[in-house]
């Protein structure tokens, strides 16, 4: 098997050993005769999956399954971005969100459909490259909404904001389990799966019990987190292929030896690339300048002379790697290298970055 050095920014890479062990469950799954894609979401089979997703989920981040439920829904965290306000605003309730980029813009616009929406705080003003440290809160705010991960302009919430008594929520979709942070600071997550939790087709939502049951009751019950909190996520088919391997990639980072494993392994990959990038800055030029502001799971960054954009991706080609092309509406070139992606590779890319700068400057 050929495995290039997958720099997408989602779908991203998975680990070796979760594919190999879920193409196994395509062809059968617990001796039933039946692959994954086949068994009912009803039957022993699946369910037995299902319940233990959800346990694994809770441990890996830490929280009391007393407290918390997890979720397993479909639409991605856009959905997310409506479902959310539908949920909880209505005409004259007052939602604080702190806009930092693309998805974060795209949250707050759903959500002003539903209710009044503060903008807290932006870096707008600095086209999102860097993390507000001031925030105007509304006080008995509904809920604070924050992007925990910016995946376009490459900047991250590495502290948290302090609400005091306001619900805290968050969009953790794209770096969701990469550092030990204390999730019980949210009263609810969403994460989209197919960038740090599996494959694409399921999301993840978790959340406190007693928020959930504030929510509103006078909506489709189909867009109801209610609904999904009392069927344990069976009021419609479940995405079971992809909730599998969820629980599978949940083992990989248990295996790993949890959450505060795998962040020392993110922070050595992402010094790894702006090491390169900081060392070659005559070459190179980092979006986020502060590294405070830094994500560890994209990098982004442009060649100061765009000219020769083209032959570096091609280099890039060359040597394997794959999916290094900026987002098509920020441009330049980033480096996504979430859980799965191996520290050779952000080796492999340091190197590259320090070899095509003396080549070419």
Same mark, same amino acid.
């Given at each position: 098997?050929?495995?290039?050095?997958?720099?997408?920014? $989602?779908p +991203?890479?998975l680990?070796?050993? =979760?594919?190999?062990?879920?193409?196994q469950? !395509?062809?059968?799954?617990?001796?039933?005769?039946?692959?994954?894609?086949?068994?009912?979401?009803? *039957?022993?089979?699946?369910?037995?999956?299902?319940?233990?997703?959800r346990?694994?989920?809770? &441990?890996v981040?830490?929280?009391?399954p007393?407290?918390?439920t997890? #979720? /397993? #829904?479909?639409?991605?965290?856009?959905?997310? /971005?409506?479902?959310?306000?539908?949920n909880?605003?209505?005409? $004259?309730?007052?939602?604080?969100?702190?806009?930092?980029?693309? @998805?974060?813009?795209?949250?707050?616009?759903?959500?002003k459909?539903? *209710?009044?929406?503060?903008?807290?705080?932006?870096?707008?003003?600095?086209? /999102?490259?860097?993390?507000?440290?001031?925030?105007?809160?509304?006080?008995?705010? &509904?809920?604070v909404?924050?992007?925990t991960?910016?995946?376009?302009e *490459?900047?991250e919430?590495?502290?948290?904001?302090?609400t005091?008594?306001?619900?805290?929520?968050?969009d953790?979709?794209?770096?969701?389990?990469?550092?030990?942070?204390?999730?019980s600071? /949210?009263?609810?997550?969403?994460?989209?799966?197919?960038?740090n939790?599996?494959p +694409?087709?399921v999301?993840?939502?978790?959340?406190?019990?007693?928020?959930?049951?504030?929510?509103?009751?006078?909506?489709?019950?189909?867009?109801?987190y209610?609904?999904?909190?009392?069927?344990?996520?069976?009021?419609?088919?479940?995405?079971?292929f992809?909730?599998?391997?969820?629980g599978?990639?949940?083992? @990989?980072?248990?295996a790993? *030896? $949890?959450?505060s !494993? =795998?962040?020392?392994?993110n922070?050595?990959k992402?010094?790894?690339v702006?090491g390169?990038?900081? +060392?070659?800055?005559?070459?190179?030029?980092?979006?986020v300048?502060?590294?405070v502001? &830094?994500?560890?799971?994209?990098?982004?960054f442009?060649?100061?002379?765009?000219?020769?954009d083209?032959?570096?991706?091609?280099?890039?080609?060359? &040597?394997?790697?794959?999916?290094?092309?900026?987002?098509?509406?920020?441009? $330049?070139?980033?480096?996504?290298?979430?859980? +799965?992606?191996?520290?050779?590779?952000c080796k492999?890319?340091?190197?590259?970055?320090?070899?095509?700068? !003396?080549?070419?400057?």
């Amino acid at each position: 098997m050929n495995r290039i050095y997958n720099f997408s920014a $989602g779908p +991203a890479t998975l680990p070796l050993e =979760v594919i190999q062990e879920a193409s196994q469950g !395509v062809l059968e799954i617990n001796g039933s005769g039946m692959s994954i894609l086949e068994v009912s979401h009803r *039957g022993k089979d699946y369910d037995a999956i299902h319940v233990e997703t959800r346990e694994c989920l809770l &441990r890996v981040l830490g929280l009391d399954p007393e407290m918390y439920t997890a #979720l /397993f #829904l479909g639409g991605g965290a856009s959905t997310q /971005f409506a479902l959310l306000p539908m949920n909880f605003l209505a005409p $004259g309730v007052t939602a604080d969100y702190i806009n930092t980029g693309e @998805w974060a813009a795209k949250a707050i616009k759903e959500a002003k459909r539903f *209710g009044t929406v503060n903008v807290a705080s932006s870096s707008e003003d600095a086209k /999102f490259s860097y993390i507000p440290k001031t925030h105007s809160l509304t006080p008995g705010a &509904r809920y604070v909404h924050i992007t925990t991960n910016n995946t376009i302009e *490459g900047t991250e919430f590495h502290a948290l904001p302090d609400t005091g008594d306001v619900p805290l929520i968050a969009d953790a979709s794209s770096d969701i389990m990469a550092k030990a942070i204390d999730y019980s600071r /949210f009263h609810l997550i969403y994460a989209g799966a197919q960038k740090n939790a599996g494959p +694409a087709g399921v999301t993840l939502v978790i959340a406190r019990k007693d928020f959930i049951a504030e929510a509103k009751d006078d909506i489709a019950a189909i867009l109801s987190y209610k609904t999904h909190a009392k069927s344990d996520s069976m009021y419609n088919t479940p995405p079971c292929f992809s909730i599998y391997v969820v629980g599978l990639v949940l083992k @990989w980072i248990e295996a790993q *030896g $949890g959450l505060s !494993v =795998v962040e020392a392994r993110n922070q050595e990959k992402a010094a790894l690339v702006y090491g390169a990038l900081d +060392a070659n800055s005559g070459f190179y030029e980092p979006a986020v300048a502060d590294p405070v502001d &830094r994500s560890l799971m994209n990098v982004t960054f442009r060649l100061r002379n765009a000219e020769l954009d083209k032959k570096f991706l091609a280099g890039a080609q060359e &040597r394997q790697m794959d999916g290094l092309k900026g987002h098509r509406n920020v441009g $330049g070139m980033r480096a996504s290298i979430y859980n +799965a992606f191996p520290v050779e590779g952000c080796k492999a890319l340091a190197d590259y970055l320090t070899e095509f700068a !003396v080549a070419n400057g």
